[in-house]
């Protein structure tokens, strides 16, 4: 279905290529799972497939990428709209009208399908994804999964023989995240539709695979059985982690197949018990109380309450739309309560000049550019340092710290996104807040970016911050977190010991925790201290 | 029972526009409030439940206040009017030589204060028939009902209606994100300060929003034989020529004998332009809002109130523009207020909208 004869890609300024020498076939009504870290060539190879590599990101295409027959050098992508279906991370940036049932329609009409195929079609597609309720809604009304849905089903309506989608998961919730996989498995299975997916997610999407193609910077692509290339893969998911440790073979991929081979591991980790994070008992840095938001019409909190203590990790969990977000933003006095009361070290926040508060508390926002103003690493040092009132060289001390070897001449936007975040990270480090926010921090990070920043935050919590994050990443939380808390509808519905809380629930249990249950194992790291106890 | 649907957006803005066509024609207060009432009618009774049916307020509110500022601006800055019915005498700052002709505060006249009164009035109820016809049709649904060379106009429209709520929260965003480094929120450097990652957003927006209609077919054409093309852009070219020779000859003073048959020919060339044109786009409608009965019935009411207010103002001008010097009660003519009423018609003949099971 699809072709790659000798493709390599170079950019005008890039030193070396994004892409070199991939050469190979992607077979029809597949799910091709692309992995590899953060610049391997994924959204460059994806692109390749929908035309928009080179027609419109530029740079220059060796080889050839054939589609259906067709060869991409010679259409645009408009040309293969009919043929090739495209979806990215951000759905609400892939929407041209304003509702459900416009939006669904509207590849066809430009297409120029006659009128009764559409509405057959959009009818068709409505019921497929599970959208009939939703057709006359707002785009922007939809949860993110419902988004994702949409975008998915506006490139299906012009019934495409390959969906080319970059990290669909990325941005969702795990509920959400397994609408949208449940969605493309039935498609791959039902239409026989050929899928080639990006994802650093691979907890949630490598079962799903048919075939892996593995990129590693340097290396030639590596396309195979999923089972056989995550044996060797850089980058797994903790269900392969935890397969490797154990020698099992074949290498289980899911939940399921690593439960049935477990049996003898829970033998042998019986009587052990993880080593338990320990948290001093301090005096807490905030609390709110009974604390209400309103965003506009709706009531994002209601009645929370919340004690944050020094040197504890709190992971804050839910689903989009739950409340994370503002509850952040109302520690750092973005937004005012409606009512109960937020305390940090006796102010309140919305309350306080942001030149003082910034010693109190620090947010690192979704986007961690936006805190970024600088022309260059050093511009923005020193303006960080003005802000914060330290003494020069602070900032780039802490830069020096978390993200050794950066020059102080590169611009902040050609950082990596894990660079970046390290970069709005240590920005926020300078005023030396004991309370660090972080929200939806691992959006976007490969395994290596999320390693590193897992052993920033766990000194920064031993060296007696408090450190509260937004995540729907649940192996994240699980890794670092000492607590979770979990918001639903604005209330607080869990909050206790990472352990204790996610154990049980089936959304946001860690892939060991599902396969170990009922044993309290959390992370890969745990379970091989424990057996080389 | 009809069965709920939304009307043609094209119908809806037609009886707007015979509204407003009627308001400017008069001063009288009582028809312009009549024509008002009838506007807010005819929205209550068949305005839908989407976002945009709740501007119809933000409509009227804007007319209230146009109507605040004309009167204010009347009483501060004097009128024009002769008056003898002096109401009340502000203090009057005296002005240089040079600034002659200019009056701050003084008398303020009963006749000054109507002539004001009427004036803001007749542009509160233009603003309110605008106001009715957003409120019924969303602008960008009547775009969708544009001919097929118009398309691309018509989205680049859409897309910059739709980035301009976006534009807002990328400000407060950015402001937000100022004051997480310790700079104070407030003030106009605030908001000056993030312009340019503002401007920065929306780019890379619009770059991520035409690679995404490029891959959904955007843009894609016809082939059509090179005579119909050029004939296309000739006559396009022509139309548009004409218009505005036609329009230069209408606005000078004098010579317009010729003017409005150059402007018909004109409208005509570029019209034929535009269907051609249309020959070259593949594009085809999704459910395109139907021109039936009731839209005959609602077009035709507004055009029934503009005609009738037009006729009957030439015939009886001193009803239409009621005399401010000296003061008289304006009186409010039967025949101009069937005219008027005639807009009702769509409150009761048309279908309702279909309203959301909720």
Known sequence: ?533 | MRTPRQLHPGAWWLWALGLGAAATRTTNPAILLLLAAVAGYVVAARRGDAPWSRSYGAFLRLGLFVLGVRLLFAILLGSPIPGTHVLFTLPEVPLPVWAQGVRIGGRVTVEGLLAALYDGLRLATLLVCVGAANALASPARLLRALPGALYEAGVAVVVAMTFAPNLVADVQRLRAARRLRGRTDRGIAAVLSVGLPVLEGALERSVALAAAMDTRGFGRTADVPRRLARATAALTLAGLLGICLAAYGLLTSGSAGWALPVLLLGLAAAFAGLLLGSRRSVRTRYRPDPWAFAEWLTAGSGAAVAALTIILSTRDPAAFAPTVVPPTVPVLPLAAVLAVLLGLIPAFATPTPPRRAS
């Open chain 1, 1 to 533: 279905m699809i072709t790659f004869e000798q493709v390599s890609v170079q950019y005008a300024d890039a030193a070396a290529p994004a892409l070199s020498n991939v050469d190979l076939t992607v077979p029809e009504g597949e799910l091709c799972l692309l992995v590899g870290p953060s610049g391997s060539g994924k959204s460059t190879l994806l692109g390749t497939v929908s035309g928009l590599v080179p027609h419109f990101t530029g740079g220059t295409l060796h080889g050839r990428v054939t589609v259906g027959g067709r060869d991409t050098r010679e259409h645009r992508p408009r040309e293969l709209a009919d043929l090739v279906g495209t979806v990215g991370q951000d759905p609400l940036a892939h929407f041209v009208t304003d509702t459900v049932e416009d939006e669904l329609a509207y590849g066809m009409e430009s297409l120029g399908l006659p009128a009764d195929v559409m509405r057959r079609r959009v009818e068709e597609t409505l019921d497929l994804l599970g959208l009939a309720d939703l057709r006359d809604r707002a785009l922007t009304s939809l949860s993110g999964g419902q988004q994702q849905r949409v975008a998915i089903g506006s490139v299906l309506t012009v019934h495409p023989r390959v969906l080319v989608l970059d990290e669909p998961t990325s941005a969702l919730d795990p509920g959400a995240a397994e609408e949208v996989l449940a969605v493309l498995q039935r498609l791959v299975h039902d239409l026989g539709t050929t899928v080639l997916m990006a994802e650093h997610r691979l907890e949630r999407v490598v079962q799903y695979a048919d075939q892996v193609l593995l990129l590693t910077p340097g290396a030639a692509p590596v396309l195979g059985e999923p089972a056989e290339v995550m044996a060797h893969s850089p980058v797994h998911p903790p269900v392969v982690g935890l397969g490797r440790l154990a020698g099992w073979q074949p290498l289980p991929l899911s939940v399921r197949d690593a439960r049935r081979k477990a049996a003898s591991l829970r033998d042998r980790l019986d009587g052990h018990r993880p080593a338990a994070a320990g948290v001093p008992a301090a005096a807490p840095i905030a609390v709110a109380e009974r604390l209400a938001v309103r965003r506009g019409p709706v009531a994002a909190l209601r009645g929370v309450d919340l004690v944050i203590r020094p040197g504890e990790i709190t992971a804050l969990m839910g689903r989009n739309g739950a409340g994370k977000s503002t509850l952040l933003g109302g520690l750092v006095g973005l937004h005012a309560p409606a009512s109960g009361s937020i305390r940090i070290n006796g102010r309140t926040p919305h309350r306080t000049r942001p030149a003082e508060l910034i010693r109190e508390v620090g947010l690192v926002p979704q986007d961690p550019r936006d805190l970024l103003y600088g022309e260059s690493v050093a511009a923005e040092c020193t303006a960080a340092d003005a802000d914060a009132g330290a003494a020069p060289g602070t900032c780039r001390a802490l830069v020096e710290r978390l993200l050794p070897g950066i020059a102080d001449a590169t611009h902040p936007r050609d950082l990596s996104e894990g660079q970046r975040l390290t970069l709005a990270l240590a920005v926020v480090l300078t005023a030396r807040p004991p309370l660090l926010l972080l929200d939806e921090p691992t959006r976007g990070l490969d395994y290596a970016a999320k390693a590193r920043l897992v052993a920033i935050l766990r000194d920064l919590a031993v060296e007696g911050h408090a450190v509260l994050l937004a995540t729907h990443d649940v192996e994240l939380a699980a890794e670092l977190a000492h607590r979770t808390v979990i918001l639903a509808e604005g209330e607080i519905v869990a909050d206790g010991p990472t352990a204790e809380v996610v154990v049980s629930s089936p959304a946001f249990a860690p892939q060991v925790a599902k396969v170990l249950a009922p044993g309290p194992w959390l992370t890969v790291h745990q379970v091989a201290e424990a057996l080389s106890a």
